[in-house]
């Protein structure tokens, strides 16, 4: 159920453990062991019954707040409270980052403003021998253009070499980029396998060819433990005053399109933040933020009582005893079982 265990993609470090505690261990009659079966390649599979959730806690004027303990948190399952079992204050865990950049005909006045985005994105937020990044796609369908890499000035010769054209397959495009984040993202060195999966959006939010709905498209987000953070392309909310008058420039819309909407969507539904700029040098300090955010996130998982996998989507609600500071997190999660794990 949780992305953070998720068992096909540790299995070796897994195998490695179990025989190193094997070789140390005195021979003895071993406790009788739960439910559980052999995968591929001799995998001890277990149906862990753990949701684990990534949240941010920021200020009303988007400041994080990095000092609060277990202590300040309730955590609510379909609007039951939950125990926590385990919580950590804010990591500074690798980055694994699907940018997606939109190159539909809709845009194609806007794709300079989109490729110079997503290179003062990704310079500002990778950090070489430690976070990675792949580059995708889309028009009629997604396309990976560039495998998961740490090398800012390779990617960034990719996204220069982008043209506009075709159909808007925005909802195709999440779904395949939250699996590369899933199945695909390379392991860090070191005992630790953990990493935040985060997915850059960056186009006006329409979508005309999609074989996906948008539900299918936040559910598989959902399911990969990816946060989705969007930067709106749409330029039709902004006046002629404004335009002309760099005084007037602002960050934020006052009339979102429907577009917009859909970006808002995206990003609250997995925890993130969608972003309205006119200028990119509205940018820089929004991913100044973005980086550091995802640095500090806290992390809690709870074991929702008596709750077997049945397939269905159940709500999170993470209160806080703060008044003045929100708390950005998935909305919920769909309950399943590992793949090939015992009933």
């Known amino acids: 159920m949780s992305p953070l265990i998720n068992w096909h993609k540790h299995k070796r470090s897994y195998l490695f453990a179990a ?35 990534l949240f941010s806690v920021v200020t009303k004027r988007e400041k994080l707040v990095t000092d609060l303990n277990k202590e300040n ?9 939950q125990e926590i079992n385990s919580f950590s204050q804010p990591t500074d865990l690798p980055l694994r980052i699907g940018m997606v950049l939109d190159t539909s005909n809709s845009i194609r006045d ?19 021998g430690r976070d990675q990044a792949f580059l995708m796609t889309f028009d009629d369908g ?11 000035g390779d990617l960034r010769d990719t996204i220069l070499k982008q043209r506009a054209g075709g159909g808007t397959s925005l909802y195709d495009a999440i779904y395949a980029a939250s699996e590369q984040l899933l199945n695909k993202s390379p392991l860090p060195p070191g005992s630790n396998p953990d990493v935040r999966r985060v997915l850059v959006i960056i186009s006006d939010g329409d979508d005309n060819s999609s074989n996906r709905s948008r539900g299918e498209a936040i559910e598989m987000a959902q399911r990969a433990g990816v946060i989705i953070y969007a930067i709106s ?25 429907e577009g917009d909407h859909v970006l808002d969507q995206l990003a609250a539904e997995t925890g993130g933040r969608a972003f309205f700029p006119y200028w990119i ?6 991913f100044l933020d973005i980086g550091d955010e995802l640095r500090h996130q806290y992390a809690l998982a709870y074991s929702p009582a008596g709750r077997i996998p049945d397939g269905k989507y159940h709500t999170i609600r993470i209160q806080v005893d703060r008044k003045d500071v929100i708390v950005r997190a998935r909305k919920g999660y769909y309950s399943v079982a590992m793949p090939g794990a015992a009933k």
Do not use: M
């Not at 094997?22 to 995968?39: K, L, M, N």
């Not at 948190?73 to 409270?81: A, G, L, S, T």
């Not at 997604?142 to 800012?152: H, L, N, S, Y």
């Open 110 to 128: 806007r794709l300079k403003f989109e490729q110079d985005a997503a290179i003062d994105f990704l310079f500002n937020a990778l950090r070489r």
């Open 233 to 257: 392309t749409s330029t039709e909310w902004v006046n002629q005053d404004q335009e002309k008058d760099p005084a007037k420039r602002i960050n934020r819309k006052y009339e979102k399109g």
């Open 19 to 53: 025989l190193v505690r094997a070789q140390q261990s005195q021979p003895q009659a071993p406790p009788a062991p739960p439910p559980e079966q052999t995968g591929r390649e001799g995998a001890i599979i277990r149906n862990v019954n753990l949701v684990d959730v």
């Open 142 to 152: 997604p396309q990976i253009i560039k495998d998961f890499t740490g090398d800012g």
């Open 73 to 81: 948190f309730k955590v609510f399952d379909d609007n039951v409270q």
């Open 281 to 286: 040098d509205d940018l820089g300090q929004s």
